[in-house]
Structure formats: structure tokens, C-alpha cells
């Protein structure tokens, strides 16, 4: 006889009340166990003794309730999920408030990295437990029943589902799928529940345009209000709320693609409100304001701008992998698994796709860096012989045209040029140095890589000490040599080394290491000595190369200063020269030879080839025509030929005399007398009055005698002649002249 199902099952117990015996389903309320769960709190963030022990005293109650839990036979365990509600409050607060591997989190001690390790795992199996109807040939839950119970009891909803991908994704991604896909199939409900909530998913990239002063597509975007303030953009915004905009972004692309990684067949309920286009067009008008708004901050501060930065990269890469696999799931699969005869609804959705996205460059541009464009079309050419190759023509063209000003990177240089466009804008801002890396084989590394490119060469010295203090800047529990040891297995790239190692998609090798383990300094190979490079290498004071140093050139302490009576008593230069010029004092006539010496030399000693015949006269000595006897008897004459005017006897007298005035000494005229030269100056000026006819007055009879003392009649005279003729010079004559402007009209009355 084959064992019923659990749903319809009827178990046959004692009531405690009456004492008698009745049935009652297997699926029953009293069936539940008196147990409270309680619900989950995150680890603190300061790592405060008490506050850890608090976290550590409440986790453990939910893991030891998670473990009874999961120990329950299978009816025991059903009626728990079911009619449990602190149950059900306690598993949402763990999907609600469990740290993302992409959020901030300080490096927590062991002992909560471990509970939390536990923790993750009751409560992933919890919903393994859950979402699976059938766990022997005897305990199991009939199909039907199975997916009302799942739907009925909200113990699986959308948001549910799509915590559950970005939490357990990674690691257990075969068993993830089956889990979702098994509610989906059993549950078909979901699909409206996911169709409904596709509003709500595409809002959130409204709201994210909305706060960051950003205006939307046609389709959702909406008038602002009269009475609202101007909404403030990103490069305006304080950096804080641009803080948690990018962490919104990034939460929110991280999400949406673990799901339709996990579950590509949403895709269709995502492309029935035109997701691949408003995808695009949010791209296209957030990504490079975001960007160009970090890049204006480069003065703030940078630590945060490079963590902001490196989400903001995470999120542009998810949503690109988020529209290939769209388009992968939509249009590429089915043509691949499809006939002939059945591709071309599929053809023209890939068509009508990329044909509505032409106007978005940037978005066009990045894409086609990830997953060309033209493989795809290639695809589509080898699959179909009736392709419209007007249509493919011009969405290649237009791709190519979106490259159009940037420097396109060949497929030799880097495989991804996107990963370097990525890197040229911060990090200028913090500027995050970075290498090109290798793409590893493992596609779950590449998650939060960015894009692979060429081998680098081996990094040392200063740049890779930049390279570790970036990593552990943030990452402060982390060894040096472990960072090390990272960097040489990702091309020397900080930014792919942190994402990884805080999504915990590091390489088995490096995953073995110990994360504290401290870098080893290697000696170098080359000794200092022998290394070494200066102006006072090999000289005499270098003891390196020599073994003895002359000490007496050593001075120790300070010089005296010379004076120049020091100089001048000095006669060190004068002693030395002494005996050399002593030598030249010294004249020898004869030189004296001492018997037995050889005879090398003698002067009176005859040679019979020597030509004495002029030994004994004077040959010129007594000659009475030399130069300058011949120029005392006649003095020289330039002849006539040569002359250019012949003076008279007259002017030779004047000119002897002119040479006679020119031989006296002349004064020294560079500095005159001031006092001469104004007395010159006074001359020409009355010259030039008396020519005009003016006479100067020169009375000083105006100054006058002394106050008090009285005045002379010649001053009095003098003084009314003065004020009676004023007007004749200086500016006395103001008023007549105005009064002359006026009376032509030069000035209005």
C-alpha cells in the first residue's frame, strides 16, 4: 500500500481533555510545538565587546532553533512552517537585515564570523526544507497541495525570492536554481505576482532619477510640482546623499541580476513592460552624471569616493549583464534551439530591441565592449539566409558610430575595454591605480571584475606599496603578503582583489591562505656597496674603495675664516718656488772636474769639422743703417699721390697750434657742477624772455620787511601793482574766461 501524502493524511491521537481517541489531519495547528523564535539583529558594526556578546547570545538562540527545526520529522516539520508565525518573522528578519557581501561591514571578530557562517547555513537549508515537496517516497506533499500551501502561507513571496538569490547565490547556485525554479513550476502564480511587481522594480529606477535631479524616460517620468524645491544634481548634491544613491543603485543591480542569473526564465515577464529599453535609458542619463560627479570631487574625500567609485562600476557592469541576459534568454536561446522554420519572431525581436536603443550612445558603446554586437548579428546571419541585412547593417553602423571620438581598444591590447574606461576617471579622484588582469577561468570570479585585459608586467618598489595600501585601506584585517599574494594573481588589480575577496569569490589557491599572513621582504640580490652611484665615489676619502686614508687631509671641526691679511702673510708658494728660481743665480764658468771622471764635455777641446771663420767678428753689431737711424735722418712723408687736400703755410701754423691746444689736458666734464648748470640754464631762460620782449621784475620789494615791524612805501607799491596784474598770469583769470565760454553758448546757463 503506498504511503499518502502529507496533506491528505489523517493521524489518530488521545485528546487530552476528554481522554478519548480521534483523528484529526496531519496538517494541523495542534500539531505545532510551543516554541518561540526570536528574531534576527545584525552584528554590530564597532565591534564593542558588549554589543557582541549581546549578538552572539541572540544568534545563538536562532541557530539552536534553526537546528531543532531542521531535526523535526516531516509532518512535525510542515505543521512548524506552516502555523509558526515567529517562525516566519524570525527567517524575514534574516533576509531583511543580514549584511550583503557589498555593504559596508568592519572586519568582525572570529567568533562572529563563524556564527554568522552558521547562521547562513540553517537558514539556507531551512529554505531548501521549505521549498521542496517531496523528501522520501514515503514523506512528501502532493504537487498540488504543495504549491497552495507555499502561496496560501506567504512562505514564499518575490521579494523573498529575490533575497534569497543575492544571498545564496553564489556557492550554491545549482541548488538555488532548482529550489526556484521547483516553486515556480509547483506555484505558477508567481509569474502574475512577479508581473505585478515589475512596476514597483521600475519605479525604483525612477526614484533613483527623481533624487538625483535627473529627468526620466517618456514613459515614467513626471511633471515637478509647483511647490517643490529645485531637485539638486548629482555634482550639486551633498556627498553623503550621493553616497547613498550609489548604494541604492548598486543593492539594487546586484539584486535583479542574482535573480535572472539564477532564474533566466523571469526574463519573459521582465521584457513584457519593455525592460530592455528602460534599462537603456536609465543607463544612458544616471551612469555619466554619476560619474562626472565623482569625478568633480576629487578634493573631498577620497577613500569614500574610491569605495563609491568601485560600486558604481559594480553596478554599470550588473546592468549590462543584466541586459545580455535578457537578450540571451529573449531572443539568442531560442534561435540556437529553435528550427528554421520557427526563428523569425525571435530575429525580429533582436532587431526591433537594438533598434529602439540606437539614440543611447554611452549604453551602445559599453555594451559592445562586454558582448559585441557584431557577434550577435553574425549569429543571427549564420542561423537565417533571409535576414533583412538593412536593418543589421544599420545597427552595426550605428554601434560603430556610438565609438565615434573614443579611443576604441583592439581585442590584442586588452579583451575588455571597458575594465580601463572604468579605471581613467577616479581614481583621479582617489584614483585607484590599476593593471590590466587576466580573465581567471572561473566565471563566478568575474562578478564584481569589471572586464579582463592583457598580461601586465610584474609590479615593485613604491607602486606596489600604493597597490597594498590600497587594498588594506580598506580591508584592514587582511596581512600584507596575503594582499600580496592577491595582487600577483589578479594582475596587480586592487579594485578586483577587493571585490572579490568582500564577495568571497577568491581563487581556491588564494583561499587557502592565511588572511593574516605578514609580507616577506626579499634581500636583494645586488650588495649596497658595490650598488652604490656618487660624485665622491672613488676619491680619497672613500673607504670603501680604499683601504688607508691620508688623515692629515682631514680636518675635524670648523675652519677659521681667512682674512686677507692671512691670505697676504702667507708664503707657503713663495717657499716652495725659492730653490727653483735660486738655480737660474748660479753662473759657471769653468766646472771644475774631478780626476778619474770621464770627459764628456770640454770646451776648449778642438774639432777639425767645427766652422770658427766668424768666431771672432761682430756681424752687424757696428752697421749705422738701422731702422731707427733711418728714420731720425728722414722723417716720413705721405706722398702726394696718397694726399687728399694740400693745406697752406696758414693752416699749418693754425693746425700746429690746434695740436698744440689738443695736447693740453682737457677737464673731466662727465659730472658737472650743479651750480653751473643752473646758472647756464638761468642765462638761456632770460635770453629767451629778453628775444620775446618781456622784462622780468626783479624788486623783492613784495616780500616786504617782518611782521610788525612795519612796511616801506616801495612795498606797499609794489604789493598793489602785484594784486592789480595777477590776472594776467598763473590761473587768475578763471572767472573772465568763463564768463566769456558763457557769453558764446559753450556752457548752458
Not at 693746425?655 to 682737457?666: F, G, L, R, T, V
Not at 657742477?673 to 626783479?698: I, N
Amino acid at each position: 500500500m503506498s504511503a499518502l501524502p502529507l496533506d491528505q493524511l489523517q493521524i489518530t491521537h488521545k485528546d487530552l481533555k476528554t481522554g478519548k481517541l480521534r483523528t484529526s489531519p496531519a496538517l494541523h495547528p495542534e500539531q505545532k510545538a510551543d516554541r518561540y523564535f526570536v528574531l534576527y539583529k545584525p552584528p554590530p558594526k564597532d565591534n564593542i565587546p558588549a554589543l557582541v556578546e549581546e549578538y552572539l547570545e541572540r544568534a545563538t538562540f536562532v541557530a539552536n532553533d534553526l537546528d531543532w527545526l531542521l531535526a523535526l520529522p516531516h509532518d512535525k516539520f510542515w505543521c512548524q512552517v506552516i502555523f509558526d508565525e515567529t517562525l516566519q518573522k524570525c527567517l524575514d528578519s534574516y533576509l531583511h537585515y543580514v549584511p550583503r557581501k557589498i555593504d559596508e561591514w568592519v572586519a568582525p571578530s572570529p567568533e562572529v564570523v563563524d556564527m554568522q557562517k552558521r547562521l547562513h547555513r540553517s537558514v539556507f537549508l531551512t529554505f531548501v526544507r521549505m521549498s521542496t515537496h517531496k523528501e522520501s517516497k514515503d514523506h512528501f506533499i502532493s504537487p498540488s497541495a504543495f504549491g497552495d500551501i507555499l502561496y496560501n502561507n506567504f512562505l514564499f513571496d518575490i521579494p523573498k525570492i529575490l533575497d534569497l538569490c543575492v544571498l545564496f547565490g553564489k556557492g550554491n547556485s545549482p541548488l538555488l536554481k532548482k529550489m526556484i525554479g521547483n516553486i515556480f513550476i509547483q506555484q505558477p502564480s508567481y509569474y502574475n505576482d512577479l508581473d505585478e511587481t515589475m512596476p514597483t522594480i521600475l519605479q525604483v529606477f525612477s526614484n533613483i532619477l527623481q533624487h538625483s535631479g535627473l529627468h526620466g524616460d517618456g514613459a515614467n517620468a513626471t511633471p515637478q510640482k509647483l511647490e517643490e524645491r529645485g531637485r539638486l544634481t548629482p555634482s550639486d548634491m551633498p556627498l553623503l546623499e550621493l553616497k547613498d544613491i550609489v548604494l541604492y543603485l548598486c543593492d539594487t543591480c546586484t539584486t535583479l541580476w542574482a535573480f535572472l542569473d539564477i532564474f533566466p526564465l523571469a526574463c519573459q515577464t521582465f521584457q513584457k513592460h519593455d525592460f530592455c529599453y528602460r534599462l537603456a535609458s536609465f543607463y544612458e542619463t544616471a551612469i555619466p552624471e554619476l560619474e562626472s560627479a565623482m569625478k568633480k570631487r576629487r578634493l573631498e574625500d577620497s577613500k569614500l569616493l574610491g569605495d563609491l567609485w568601485q560600486r558604481l562600476s559594480h553596478s554599470r557592469k550588473k546592468l549590462l549583464e543584466m541586459f545580455h541576459i535578457l537578450l540571451n534568454q529573449i531572443c539568442l536561446l531560442p534561435i540556437l534551439e529553435s528550427s528554421c522554420e520557427n526563428i523569425q519572431g525571435f530575429i525580429e525581436e533582436f532587431l526591433q530591441i537594438f533598434s529602439s536603443l540606437l539614440q543611447e550612445k554611452r549604453f551602445l558603446r559599453d555594451y559592445d565592449a562586454l558582448f559585441p554586437v557584431a557577434e550577435d548579428v553574425s549569429l543571427l546571419q549564420q542561423a537565417s539566409s533571409v535576414l533583412d541585412e538593412t536593418r543589421t547593417a544599420y545597427i552595426l553602423q550605428a554601434v560603430e558610430s556610438a565609438w565615434e571620438g573614443v579611443d576604441r581598444r583592439k581585442a590584442s591590447d586588452a579583451k575588455d575595454p571597458l575594465r580601463a574606461e572604468l579605471l581613467n576617471g577616479v581614481m583621479a579622484i582617489a584614483e585607484p591605480v590599476s593593471a590590466p588582469s587576466s580573465r581567471p577561468e572561473n566565471s563566478e570570479e568575474q562578478e564584481c571584475m569589471g572586464a579582463s585585459a592583457a598580461l601586465s608586467p610584474a609590479v615593485c618598489g613604491v607602486e606596489l606599496d600604493s597597490l597594498i595600501s590600497q587594498v588594506k585601506d580598506l580591508l584592514l584585517d587582511l596581512g600584507e603578503g596575503f594582499i600580496l599574494a592577491c595582487l600577483e594573481h589578479y594582475g596587480y588589480d586592487p579594485e578586483q582583489v577587493i571585490n572579490n575577496i568582500l564577495e568571497e569569490r577568491l581563487a581556491p589557491a588564494l583561499s587557502q591562505l592565511d588572511r593574516s599572513l605578514d609580507r616577506q621582504v626579499k634581500p636583494d640580490p645586488t650588495p649596497l656597496l658595490t650598488s652604490r652611484h656618487n660624485i665622491f665615489q672613488y676619491d680619497e676619502f672613500d673607504v670603501f674603495s680604499r683601504d688607508s686614508v691620508d688623515l692629515s687631509r682631514v680636518h675635524k671641526g670648523r675652519r677659521k675664516e681667512e682674512n686677507t691679511r692671512m691670505l697676504l702673510n702667507d708664503r707657503r708658494e713663495v717657499a716652495e718656488q725659492r730653490q727653483r728660481y735660486e738655480q737660474y743665480s748660479m753662473v759657471v764658468e769653468e766646472v771644475p772636474v774631478q780626476p778619474g771622471e770621464g770627459l764628456s764635455y770640454c770646451g776648449d777641446d778642438y774639432e777639425d769639422e767645427y766652422d770658427d771663420t766668424y768666431d771672432g767678428n761682430q756681424v752687424g753689431a757696428n752697421d749705422a743703417d738701422s731702422d731707427d737711424e733711418l728714420i731720425s735722418r728722414r722723417p716720413f712723408t705721405i706722398p702726394q699721390v696718397l694726399r687728399t687736400k694740400v693745406p697752406r703755410e696758414g693752416q699749418e701754423e693754425e693746425e700746429e697750434e690746434e695740436d698744440a691746444e689738443d695736447e693740453a689736458p682737457k677737464p673731466d666734464h662727465f659730472v658737472q657742477d650743479p651750480a653751473v648748470l643752473r646758472e647756464k640754464a638761468e642765462a638761456r631762460r632770460m635770453s629767451f624772455l629778453a628775444r620775446k620782449g618781456y622784462r622780468h621784475d626783479s624788486s623783492t620789494a613784495v616780500a616786504g620787511s617782518p611782521r610788525g615791524h612795519g612796511q616801506s612805501r616801495e612795498t606797499a607799491q609794489e604789493r598793489r601793482k602785484k594784486e592789480s596784474n595777477k590776472s594776467t598770469r598763473a590761473n587768475h583769470n578763471r572767472r573772465t574766461m568763463a564768463d566769456r565760454k558763457r557769453s558764446k553758448g559753450m556752457i548752458p546757463s
